[in-house]
């Protein structure tokens, strides 16, 4: 574990509708008797002191069951976000929980194909280049052929330049910096600058949403330095939204040992 207190958060309000179920996708099934929760449990248990989970209203309570063991030690937490009103609100909605961390570790509830490698990876570095007198920003990026969101960094000034969002009607070029939904921040004045983002930014175009996502070039903008960390296979990106994806990551657990 790094000298940085770190508390993972995941958002994981959503529900899987598109697959045609109405199970948090948080809870789908990879194996007999493996979740992706349990994947990401078991991934960033070495690298966190915490691991805090925000669920929808009606994913509180079959949570609650799986993870009853690790909640009653304290390892785990919940709350509830009441409406999908995007994964910033998620987060923030959680900060009572992470605000004493020198840092959190956010993961995406679907991201069942983050290695081990990566998150151990990103809080090391986040622990090398921040610290709670110099707090930064660390997220591990990858090359893709069709980012659905892209990146554009300046490594000469360790820079966030931007953020292009397919979901918001942006044009993301191929080839691109794409996330594998895992982003390291340093907690120091992070809730004041996420209100002071929520003062100028105007919701998304398309989803009406305040989005996440483009507060981390607002952060490098006030300063904070961006370390970006070469994600290890760009299969690690693929999040699961469809039956294709459920299937993939199957067959991606098959084939690692992590």
Known sequence: MSDLRTCAVIPAAGQGSRLGMETPKIMLEIADGVTVWSLLLRRLRPWVEHVHVVLSPSGEAPFRRLAAEEIARGEVSVSVQAEPTGMGDAVFGAAPYWR???????????????????????????????????????????????????????????????????????????????????????????????????????????????????????????GRPVTVVPAGDPDEARGINTAADLEFARTIYLRRAD
């Open 100 to 222: 004493d961390h020198d840092a959190i570790l956010v993961v995406w509830g679907d991201q069942a194909n983050v290695s081990a490698a990566t998150l151990r990876r990103v809080v090391h570095v986040h622990g090398e280049t921040a610290s709670p007198d110099r707090p930064g920003l660390t997220i591990p990026l990858v090359p893709l052929p069709d980012p659905y969101v892209e990146y554009e960094y300046d490594a000469a000034t360790s820079g966030l330049l931007g953020v292009r969002m397919s979901r918001e009607g942006d044009l993301c070029r191929p080839g691109g910096l794409g996330d594998v939904g895992v982003f390291c921040l340093s907690t120091r004045g992070l809730t004041e600058a996420w209100d002071r983002y929520l003062a100028e930014v105007l919701p998304g175009t398309v989803t009406g949403e305040v989005n996440f996502l483009p507060f981390l070039p607002y952060l490098s903008g006030e």
